[in-house]
């Protein structure tokens, strides 16, 4: 059964920066585009950016370019996403999803449960 | 915010049929098709459908997506109280290079 297990809640000030893990259990992520999404608080999803985990080939946002930075520790199926320079406007909560099937048109699946991230002085 | 276009609600009754839209343009959801996604309060979503007919398995028949231009749509047949929620609907936008999102339609049953 597939599992992304994610890092729990954060509580950051502005200005800090944060780092979230994703770790795939039941699922061989090296095989995979993972991406990261974020929903905050009334507002629509939004995509941060993505790994090729098996090459750990990036690609980001516009929106976040600069900002965040996408990893991967293969040997651990781990895939981590880091944010900085944070702002009241980053609380949300932060997801890992697969890509699926992969290529033009494809969805999103599996999700990680997700971990907020509360930014406030 | 750049993205997809979703009426906020909807509401049918139980047993009938919901049609939910999002509109795009032609670097998205008329390029490559839209994906939809069901999130209930608390949970991350789950994907219902892909390259803008296709279900992952497990999703139920009662589900029927479709695309007519930049318009895709999501069919619900026989409306079951499970099927509250939110949906969302997601496309790769190839002039911003850019995963963009619906804001979301809220389904009451």
């Known amino acids: 059964q597939v599992h992304l297990v994610q890092s729990g809640a954060e509580v950051k000030k502005p200005g800090a920066s944060v780092k979230v893990s994703c770790k795939a259990s039941?699922?061989?992520?090296?095989?995979?585009?993972m991406h990261w999404v974020r929903q905050a608080p009334g507002q629509r999803l939004e995509w941060m950016g993505r790994?090729?985990?098996?090459?750990?080939?990036?690609q980001y946002s516009q929106n976040f370019q600069g900002r965040v930075t996408i990893t991967r520790d293969t040997f651990a199926s781990t895939v981590f996403m880091d944010l900085s320079s944070l702002t009241s406007e980053d609380t949300a909560v932060y997801y890992c999803?697969?890509?699926?099937?992969?290529?033009?048109?494809?969805?999103?699946?599996?999700w990680g449960q997700g971990t907020l991230v509360t930014v406030s002085s | 915010q750049a993205g997809l276009t979703q009426p906020p609600s909807v509401s049918k009754d139980l047993g009938q049929t919901a049609t939910l839209t999002c509109t795009g343009n032609?670097?998205?959801?008329?390029?490559?098709?839209a994906a939809w996604l069901q999130q209930h309060q608390g949970h991350p979503p789950k994907l219902l459908s892909y390259?803008?007919?296709n279900r992952p398995s497990g999703i139920s028949e009662r589900l029927f997506a479709s695309r007519s231009g930049s318009t895709a749509s999501l069919t619900i047949t026989g409306l079951q109280p499970e099927d509250e929620a939110d949906y969302f609907c997601?496309?790769?936008?190839?002039?911003?290079?850019?995963?963009?999102f619906g804001g979301g339609t809220k389904l009451t049953v």
């Open positions: 999803v697969g890509e699926y099937p992969s290529g033009p048109g494809s969805g999103f699946d599996p």
């Open positions: 039941g699922y061989t992520v090296t095989s995979y585009l």
């Open positions: 790994i090729n985990a098996g090459n750990g080939d990036t």
């Open positions: 032609s670097n998205n959801v008329g390029n490559e098709g």
């Open positions: 390259r803008s007919n």
């Open positions: 997601s496309a790769w936008d190839s002039s911003l290079s850019d995963w963009v």
